[in-house]
């Protein structure tokens, strides 16, 4: 949901600033899937990614939201990227006309 609230999470000693887990769940899962894939392929840079996190002192359930975060990132920047060349194409094409 754009514009919710953000959300304190306090368990034992650790505190986390988290955003409203509601928004695009389909989304998520397919974040969720990749990210999973990627730990368990070894020769994968989303592993070695995993694995750096977890040699900085993170417990596995937080490398991997990092990855996914990661990986949200650059698919947000791929689609970004996506729609310059296409507004770009879409504009060479009207001047051509």
Known sequence: MPGAA???I???DKSRHRLSRHGDRQLNSVLHTIAITQIRMPNSRGHRYYR???DQG???REATRCLKRRLADHLWRVMISDEARRLERSQ???AAA
């Open 10 to 12: 306090a368990s034992a």
């Open 6 to 8: 953000p959300i304190e």
């Open 58 to 60: 993170k417990t596995p």
């Open 52 to 54: 750096t996190k977890i």
């Open 92 to 94: 060479t094409a009207q």
